[in-house]
C-alpha cells in the first residue's frame, strides 16, 4: 500500500514539475527578431555595420546626416507617397535592443497638407502592420495628438506624430534591453 502510494506521489510530482502550470509555453519566438532591411534584434554593432555597408554599396541606403545616422527611400510599395525612414540602433552590450525611427514625405511642404504627419501616420502605420503584423491599438497622448501602440511579447512598437512633417517610430524589444 505504502509503495502504491509512493509511486502515485511520484507520477503526480513529475507531471507537476514536467508540466508549465500557467498553460502557456514559455520559449521565446525568435521571429520576434526580425526588423527590416536584413536587420535583427541581437545583432551584433559590427554586424550592423557589415549589413549598413553592403545596403550602401547598393544604394539602397545613404548616411542620414543627423542623430538617425542612415537614411532609407521608401518604395512605391510602403508608402502612399515617396518618402524617408530615418534609423540608427541603439546597443546594448554591443547587441541591438531598440531602433528609433523618423520618417517623412519627401514633397512635405506647409502648403501640401496632404502629406502632412496627420496622413503620414496612418501611412506608417500601414508599413508597420506590413513588416511586424496587424493589432496595433490607437491612441491618444497627453496633448490629444493620434499614436499607435503594438506589444508583442518583448517587443513594442509606439508609433507618434512628432510635428507636422515627421511620425516617429520606437522598435525595441526587452530581451536585448537591460
Request: net charge neutral; hydrophobic share 35%; glycine share 6%.
Amino acid at each position: 500500500m505504502k509503495i502504491k502510494i509512493w509511486v502515485t506521489s511520484m507520477i503526480l510530482f513529475l507531471g507537476l514539475v514536467a508540466c508549465d502550470p500557467s498553460g502557456t509555453n514559455n520559449s521565446y519566438d525568435e521571429s520576434m527578431d526580425d526588423l527590416f532591411l536584413g536587420l535583427k534584434f541581437g545583432m551584433t554593432r559590427q554586424a550592423f555595420f557589415d549589413t549598413s555597408f553592403a545596403y550602401n554599396a547598393r544604394k539602397i541606403i545613404v548616411n542620414g546626416g543627423n542623430e538617425y545616422s542612415v537614411a532609407y527611400k521608401t518604395r512605391g510599395d510602403e508608402l502612399n507617397y515617396d518618402g524617408f525612414m530615418y534609423y540608427y540602433p541603439k546597443f546594448t552590450d554591443s547587441l541591438i535592443s531598440e531602433v528609433p525611427m523618423k520618417f517623412h514625405y519627401s514633397q512635405w511642404a506647409p502648403w501640401n497638407k496632404y502629406l502632412w504627419a496627420d496622413s503620414l501616420i496612418i501611412d506608417v502605420k500601414e508599413l508597420m502592420e506590413t513588416w511586424f503584423g496587424p493589432g496595433f491599438k490607437e491612441s491618444q497622448d497627453k496633448l490629444g495628438n493620434q499614436r499607435f501602440l503594438k506589444i508583442d511579447g518583448p517587443r513594442s512598437i509606439a508609433i507618434q506624430k512628432v510635428d507636422d512633417q515627421y511620425v516617429k517610430v520606437n522598435i525595441k524589444n526587452e530581451k536585448y534591453s537591460n
